[in-house]
């Protein structure tokens, strides 16, 4: 199983909502990422996981909170979203998230914020 | 190193050879790759090359790099309707990756 799997594909919320992103891989990576697309731009970072603790936050607002329950699953919790946080989230894995490491890419949450 | 930067389009016919550039700042990047991204889709590593060579070639698909100028360039040979995608160039350093802005590509049958 070479997959990284993203739920739900589409979401919209409120700015009042709360809602989550799942992502999962059975691959034994040990290095999970989160990514935030915005249309014709390229990915930005938001978090790093390493062997299921933080271990990059990029600044990221406190309305997005991620969570590493086990090394197969990553959620981020979103809650107060703004609309300008409307994107492609994107999840991403690799084997120990050295920089040779190939990250390996779920398809995306398309998030829309109202 | 989250200075990378791509030409924005490039349009070729179908078995020709197509050539995407991308620039990049960051002198201590270890590591420069090569993404695709289809419509609607994740991203896809295409190949990678490490900052002590010049060249690498994969079927296809040849990356050169140009660590004095920090050029990185990506050639398809033989392009084909189903390569049109937008690819992204990246730097890393440590587990911090840095994308360019995505060059189009668009291939005319």
């Known amino acids: 199983d070479t997959e990284v799997t993203q739920t739900p594909k589409h979401l919209v919320m409120g700015m009042t909502n709360k809602k989550s992103l799942k992502c999962e891989q059975h691959?034994?990576?040990?290095?999970m990422y989160w990514y935030k697309q915005k249309a014709k731009k390229p990915p930005e970072l938001m978090f790093v996981?390493?062997?299921?603790?933080?271990?990059i936050n990029e600044s990221v607002p406190s309305r997005f909170s991620p969570e590493c329950p086990n090394s197969s699953l990553l959620n981020l919790h979103l809650h107060a979203l703004q609309p300008e946080d409307s994107a492609l989230y994107l999840c991403?894995?690799?084997?120990?998230?050295?920089?040779?490491?190939?990250?390996?890419f779920g398809p995306g949450t398309r998030l829309t914020v109202l | 190193g989250e200075d990378v930067e791509q030409s924005l389009f490039l349009s070729v016919r179908e078995g020709d050879s197509s050539v995407i550039n991308c620039t990049y700042t960051?002198?201590?990047?270890?590591?420069l790759y090569w993404y695709k991204q289809e419509p609607g889709a994740g991203l896809q590593l295409l190949t990678y090359?490490?900052?002590?060579?010049d060249m690498k070639q994969d079927q296809r698909l040849t990356v050169l790099l140009n660590k004095k100028d920090k050029h990185l360039s990506l050639r398809i040979a033989d392009t084909q309707t189903g390569d049109s995608a937008i690819y992204f160039c990246?730097?890393?350093?440590?587990?911090?990756?840095?994308f360019g802005s995505g060059t189009k590509l668009n291939v005319k049958p």
């Open positions: 991403a894995s690799s084997h120990e998230g050295r920089p040779a490491d190939e990250q390996f």
């Open positions: 691959m034994g990576h040990r290095a």
């Open positions: 996981y390493s062997y299921e603790k933080l271990s």
């Open positions: 960051d002198s201590s990047s270890t590591y």
């Open positions: 090359i490490f900052s002590n060579m």
């Open positions: 990246a730097e890393a350093s440590f587990n911090k990756f840095y």
